[in-house]
């Protein structure tokens, strides 16, 4: 199967050939459950929520906070659509830097929505491949492009979870060491890391027909550094929605909760379950209207906003490639 082939099958949802029918199947029906048990509860919830105080928190938000908050989105999506300028350094492929930022804020806006294997791997398979890359250079990309979000989660959250762990609500019988527990395993992973690059950074491993790469310490840091100030300002959004009612530390640390529940629940854009931990974590601050109130609003900013502008451009990038297509002589 040629790597176009595969690119193909990956963005319309068809599983590679070889793969036993029954298993396929059964992903599909676990997931099926799996997904409707969620939206169940999630319904259940929604009917104890006061929607009159979520309306209320959403026409009181100051034309200013949502300046802000917008101006914030807007800097995270741009610092977001650099992340596979690493990808480009790695592989050495030609791409233009400004097509290269425009294939990943697209694939980026559209994983935020749709999910990953879609929006972040199938887009860019099928936006690369058209610019001419071949389909393992745009593995590559993408697994360097993931390394590096997963790797500043990592450190951020052990740092919040270690340094400033947060304040569970009253009737929790919980304490924070698990999570202060957590935050030191996952720095010393990266500082381990970081460690591991300093010695064997810049080689490659074929383990299994899988090529496992180690970057040169510098793009490491790099990796880490541009990751977690991406992280940052993706709860500075929610914290002036909040209207700086909840420490900034807080807010920060049921993002990055809130992220991971989002993706064992395999469902959409997290949609519904963000938003549960959000209340359930916070709702001892402020009132569960607010809280929901300050997550719409940045849905809409840092979603939906995004997402019309990533279609547009998606379609404009079709059209050009289509254009340039028709257009390439043909062999004789």
Same mark, same amino acid.
């Given at each position: 199967m040629t790597d176009r082939t595969l690119s193909a099958r990956v963005l319309d949802g068809r599983a590679p050939a070889g793969t036993r029918p029954w298993w396929r199947w059964a992903k599909r029906a676990a997931s099926l *459950?799996? =997904?409707? @048990? *969620? *939206? @169940? #509860? #999630?319904?259940?919830?929604a009917q104890h929520i006061d929607w009159d105080d979520v309306l209320e928190s959403l026409g009181s938000t100051p034309p200013m906070a949502l300046f802000v908050a917008a101006l914030l989105a807007a800097a !995270?999506? #741009?610092l977001y659509s650099c992340f596979d300028l690493i990808g480009k350094r790695y592989t050495g492929h030609n #791409?233009? /830097?400004?097509t290269v930022m425009a294939v990943t804020f697209v694939s980026y806006a559209f994983n935020l929505c749709i999910g990953s294997l879609v929006g972040g791997v199938g887009f860019r398979y099928r936006l690369y491949t058209r610019l001419g890359l071949k389909g393992s250079v745009v593995t590559r990309i993408v697994s360097m492009s993931m390394l590096t979000n997963w790797l500043g989660y990592k450190l951020m959250a052990g740092i919040v979870f270690l340094l400033h762990p947060l304040a569970l609500p009253p009737g929790w019988h919980l304490g924070n060491h698990a999570l202060q527990w957590l935050g030191a395993l996952l720095i010393?992973? !990266?500082l381990a890391y970081i460690g591991a690059?300093?010695?064997w950074g810049g080689h490659s491993w074929t383990i299994r027909g899988h090529e496992v790469y180690l970057p040169p310490w510098r793009m490491a840091v790099l990796?880490? /550094?541009i990751s977690c100030v991406n992280w940052s300002l993706m709860a500075g959004?929610? =914290?002036v929605l909040l209207g700086q009612r909840v420490p900034y530390t807080d807010v920060l640390t049921v993002l990055l909760i809130g992220a991971i529940a989002g993706v064992v629940a395999h469902v959409p854009a997290g949609l519904g379950v963000f938003e549960f931990v959000f209340v @359930?974590?916070?709702s001892h601050v402020v009132s569960e209207g607010t809280l929901i109130g300050a997550l719409l609003g940045y849905r809409a900013i840092y979603y939906l906003a995004p997402l019309a502008l990533a279609s547009v451009l998606y379609v404009a990038m079709e059209a050009h490639a289509r254009k340039h297509t028709t257009h390439a002589p043909r062999d004789s």
């Open positions: *459950v799996f =997904f409707a @048990a *969620v *939206v @169940a #509860l #999630l319904g259940q919830y !995270s999506h #741009l #791409l233009p /830097t400004l010393c992973t !990266s690059c300093v010695k990796q880490m /550094t959004v929610i =914290f @359930a974590l916070l």
